[in-house]
């Protein structure tokens, strides 16, 4: 069964201060990890696909990383707009089954 | 601009009525996904379809929940009799193809008393 654990929960940061978020997962065969952010009362949205481990991509302040194991979100110089929860999913070989995080919570103070 | 439907956005109801929550996909997304989010299980999937036909339903608890897809722009999530463990927020997302990304509605906020 597909697994995706997310760390950590919950992460405060100084406007300006670079972090990253990390997930984890276990799949068959992945045929996609996906990154979302999620505001609250809103529903999430798209922010990346990486397909193979090497891949980068990036967007903003944004910029997402992937090996066989896991991927992370490195978030530099955050704005305090950058506060809300992402999430990471995978898809694996055999379907389109979507298999979500429990997500990361992120602040950042002005 | 392209974006996927859900309604209604909030919805109350009394433990043991029927609730129907309904979802628009994205026109020519041919998969569709029903989640439900809460904070204890996070978004946690009940079932999807790929041209209309369902491929999972194994994360909906059967005796009182069913979903279909009566045609390619019209995704419906039932529960019957609802019960107040049902509260959450339902999301529907749509996709176009087999592996790229899910396009999320704003979901319905479904609180049963």
């Known amino acids: 069964e597909d697994q995706v654990t997310q760390s950590p929960e919950a992460l405060r940061l100084q406007e300006g201060e670079s972090s990253s978020l990390n997930c984890s997962y276990t799949v068959s065969g992945l045929r996609g990890l996906f990154w979302y952010r999620q505001d609250p009362g809103k529903g999430p949205e798209f922010l990346f696909t990486l397909y193979s481990a090497g891949e980068e991509k990036e967007k903003e302040r944004l910029k997402a990383t992937l090996t066989k194991k896991e991927s992370f979100l490195h978030i530099t110089a955050p704005k305090p707009e950058d506060s809300a929860t992402y999430l990471c999913?995978?898809?694996?070989?055999?379907?389109?089954?979507?298999?979500f995080g429990e997500g990361t919570q992120l602040t950042v103070n002005p | 601009d392209a974006r996927v439907t859900q309604t209604p956005r909030d919805k109350v109801t009394e433990m043991g009525q029927e609730v129907t929550m309904r979802c628009q996909p994205i026109l020519g997304h041919n998969t569709v996904f029903w989640y439900r989010q809460t904070m204890m299980q996070g978004l946690e999937l009940l079932a999807y379809f790929r041209n209309r036909a369902p491929l999972d339903d194994s994360g909906m608890p059967k005796d009182r929940f069913s979903a279909e897809m009566p045609d390619a722009t019209l995704a419906t999530l039932k529960i019957q009799p609802s019960e107040p463990r049902d509260s959450a927020v339902y999301f529907c997302?749509?996709?176009?193809?087999?592996?790229?990304?899910?396009?999320f509605g704003q979901g319905t906020r479904l609180t049963v008393v």
């Open positions: 999913a995978v898809r694996e070989t055999s379907g389109s089954r979507l298999t």
């Open positions: 997302a749509s996709v176009l193809g087999r592996y790229t990304e899910a396009f």
